[in-house]
């Protein structure tokens, strides 16, 4: 091709190609997002991208469901791209997206865990008599995976309300009291957790009384291995990512999404301070300078402000994020001495 043709070509009005792909946004959606979120021209940090895990949650919440009109609005919203929302959206089974050509799902929704323990302990022949039973006008059944309460099997959820050795006479009571909501959680408090010698390890560390070779060996003398699979010594991996230069992250999956596990849940609730001392105390012998947690469960948004508590003096606390999804990043750049 000549440098003529380019020019002529580039000269050349563009051919029209007719309406942009998707739907076009509707302002109105995208007042009632601000509105219900927050007004993001006001305030830019509502359009951080880790938030929008927590964005979807108060829409669901809110509205019951997830129009996908809201979608788009909520991609506009947050300057992203619609397949991401989308995606994420989609991706987890308590999210009830509604396709323009779908009605609103009713007002109560029972969610029948159908993971293996659950199938084992009856979840199949509990849905289908649900199913048989309930008014469709007024309550659907569906099926969802694993919600880390196998020891309960089976196990259904009405609304956000887990209901633990479920059985379609509980489930209805659950219903007829509007019992929708989530059971509260007794979780260790900080200064309980402090009173049993909690954090003193973390203090030490920060004052010089520990090394890192020190807390190396120690490790190894413990033999403590990650349970990913491999069995990675943990003294290995560290002794790896300090070689490493910088920045380094910590990274923590606390999803334990497989069937058959709920141990991760359960501690996480109940002593959530000894989960964030190991954290940061791993943190500091890598020098990491952020703490990433990943889970589903609700439990980290109690972990992840705790987590901010526990900052030192001066600590970012930028990025925060913690919902029932959580994708909770919490700055611990101040943390290692
Ligand atoms: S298999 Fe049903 S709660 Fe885990």
Redesign the pocket.
Known sequence: MTDATIKQQSTQPKRFRGKPRGRELDPARLEGLRELLGDERQNATLRRRDLLIEHLHAIQDARGHLLLAELRALATYMNLPMAAVYETATFYAHFDVIHDDQLPPPAVTIRV?D????QLAG?EALKAQLEANVDVEQVRVLRAP?????DT???AEVGHHHVLFATQARIASVIEEGHFHPEPVNWQRLDDYRSEGGLALLQACREGDVTVDELMEAMQQANLRGLGGAGFPTFKKWYFVRQEAGPRYCAINADEGE??T?KDRYYLERSPHRFLEGALVSAWAVEAESIYVTSIRPCMACCARRLVSLRPQGGSRRAISCCAVARARISAAKSRR
Do not use: I, N
Not at 115 to 118: I, M, P
């Open positions: 865990c993971s293996l323990t659950c979840a694993c919600m880390g309460r196998c099997a089976p196990v069937p058959g709920f």
